[in-house]
């Protein structure tokens, strides 16, 4: 569930996407091999591709490209003043695309190149949502002190 609820806009998204990752868990288990993994590493990668999907289905990736993006400064005596439900909070209202990279590659560790191929953008494209989603960010916390 904390799976989902990282990707998802409410606890009621969350479940749906949790619903829908243990049908596809329980159709696929024959396929999980514990050669290749563990069982936890193979439930969470099905969570976050269902949590994907959901996303995909409520909005378009923006293809928009940076050379280079830019790295926001951040006040960090602001974030540490914030409270991680807090920040939480403010990364689901980030737009949904912006959200999904943001996600993936802050708190899941991805790389850009993992998303682009994830999500069916470029690394550059990629780029550009954690930038914005940083710039959003900044913005959003300054406003909180």
Do not use: C
Not at 28 to 40: E, L, P, R, V, Y
Not at 65 to 78: D, G, K, M, R, T
């Amino acid at each position: 569930m904390a799976i989902a609820m990282r990707y998802a806009l409410d606890e009621h998204e969350a479940a749906d996407i949790l619903g829908q990752a243990y049908v596809k868990m329980f159709r696929s288990i024959q396929s999980f091999d514990a050669t290749k993994g563990n069982f936890h590493g193979w439930l969470k990668r099905i969570v976050i591709n269902e949590a994907l999907d959901q996303i995909k289905q409520r909005s378009k990736f923006s293809h928009l490209e940076l050379e280079s993006a830019e790295e926001p400064f951040v006040n960090n005596s602001i974030i540490e003043k914030t409270d991680a439900a807090a920040i939480m909070r403010l990364i689901k209202q980030l737009p949904p695309a912006t959200h999904a990279v943001f996600v993936l590659f802050a708190i899941d560790g991805y790389t850009h190149k993992e998303i682009a191929a994830e999500l069916h953008i470029s690394e550059g494209t990629s780029k550009w949502h954690l930038s914005e989603a940083r710039k959003i960010l900044q913005q959003k916390i300054t406003t909180l002190t």
